[in-house]
């Protein structure tokens, strides 16, 4: 294994790059998640509120500045669908370097135009990312263009440490670091500058379970590639580390978790609702990790931050990810009543979820099936509420009206 090791002198040096371009984003803590994690106190590195919405704007920025004359005349290149695509677009922008970031046809028309909101030529190329990472090297080598890599590079892993220096200031105390891993630059560069300065420091990664492809590879030092991932946390769906990455995590990283994708959405929902803060599941991932019952990891009376690395996900999947969240924590519930009086009824419904307090989300004429009784129409409801006993009671008050004949729904 060949891959260069970042040092802390490196990490240090690219905080002088960097620093006056990128915001040194805000370290919140939060009593709840102390709460339910068992930590002693849990501080979130709040990289979601970064410019462009992540922390790439780091790596990318302190790779781009380092470019000669000549290779900032030549433009740069780069293959992304997400956060990497608007941070080069950005430092492009920053640095006055044109900008060419090759995404897969796939893309939402919403990331394509954020990325060329912040300057860069979108070159549309290959149906999954693969081919437009083929497509964006053999461009590079055609037109001289830099390719900038997204995780395995030096200089990457190094401006993403400088989020390291930041929390050795602002959370001294600092027991546990939570990081997400796609390819591995983050946790390398968060770790390279945290063990050097406080070698005691314990530094885990989180990864999808559709994509924990980290752990075997660091347990049996060798790169380990997954044939496929298959996750909702499209940041962190990566195959595999490379060769710079897995010469530095291998070095830096104590511990890789898995949480499932019901944990990220749980977690997004808890960072919504507690924090009030937006993260993509990506940058939700190190809380799902704290707060999990499913993982062996240990973080009674520690001092535990949690890199949240990336906000940038849209409306509609945010909700559907906090809905998907809600139903996790029980607090949300659909139900399937059969209702005569139509739509008399219906009013009475309303009226009951109001009156015991809970929100109704919807509530729409179901299409009928065959054991549905023929005097009757089937109606869902979706109701949030403040926990499972609410909602057990409101569904009590439900089937209690009259009109209503029976109510099907999931909780015990
Ligand atoms: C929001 C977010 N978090 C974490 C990561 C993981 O970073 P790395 O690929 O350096 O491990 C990414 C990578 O794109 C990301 O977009």
């Not at 607090?331 to 059969?338: F, T």
Request: proline share 3%; net charge negative.
């Amino acid at each position: 294994m060949t891959g260069d090791v970042v040092s802390l002198e490196d990490v240090e040096a690219a905080r002088d790059r960097i620093g006056g371009v990128v915001h040194r984003t805000p370290l919140d803590t939060s009593r709840t998640f102390a709460e339910l994690s068992g930590a002693a106190s849990v501080g979130l590195k709040l990289e979601n509120v970064q410019r462009t919405g992540s922390f790439k704007i780091r790596g990318a920025y302190n790779t781009m500045a380092q470019l000669s004359a000549e290779e900032r005349e030549s433009g740069v290149i780069a293959s992304s669908a997400g956060n990497h695509a608007q941070g080069v677009a950005l430092a492009g922008d920053l640095l006055d370097i044109d900008t060419s970031i090759v995404v897969p046809e796939v893309t939402p028309a919403a990331k394509v135009e954020a990325t060329r909101g912040y300057g860069a030529e979108v070159i549309v190329e290959g149906d999954i990312y693969e081919r437009s990472y083929e497509y964006a090297l053999e461009r590079a080598d055609e037109t001289g263009e830099t390719f900038v890599h997204p995780f395995d590079d030096p200089a990457i892993i190094a401006g993403q440490g400088t989020i390291g220096l930041e929390l050795l200031e602002q959370y001294p105390e600092i027991d546990t670091v939570l990081v997400a891993i796609g390819g591995g630059g983050l946790i390398s560069g968060i770790g390279t500058a945290l063990k050097a300065v406080e070698p005691d420091v314990r530094v885990v990664g989180v990864q999808p379970e559709g994509a924990l492809h980290a752990k075997p590879s660091l347990e049996r030092d060798e790169i380990h590639e997954l044939a496929d991932v298959d996750t909702v946390a499209e940041g962190i769906a990566d195959t595999r580390m490379l060769e710079t990455t897995f010469a530095n995590a291998r070095e830096v990283v104590d511990d890789v978790v898995g949480v499932s994708d019901r944990e990220l959405a749980t977690a997004v929902t808890l960072l919504a609702e507690r924090a009030k803060t937006v993260a993509e599941s990506a940058g939700a991932a190190p809380l799902a990790a704290a707060v999990s019952s499913e993982t062996d990891l240990d973080l009674e009376g520690e001092h535990v931050a949690i890199v949240v690395s990336g906000g940038n996900v849209n409306l509609t999947e945010h909700a559907e990810l906090t809905r998907t969240g809600l139903h996790q924590l029980e607090r949300y519930v659909e139900a399937r009543l059969a209702v005569a009086g139509w739509p008399t009824t219906v009013g009475d419904v309303v009226e009951t979820v109001e009156s015991e307090g809970a929100e109704l989300d919807v509530l729409e004429r179901a299409r009928r099936s065959n054991v549905d009784h023929p005097n009757r129409v089937p109606v869902t409801i979706g109701l949030e509420g403040s926990g499972p006993e609410h909602l057990i009671r409101v569904l009590e008050a439900l089937s209690g009206l009259e009109g209503v004949s029976a109510v099907e729904h999931s909780l015990d």
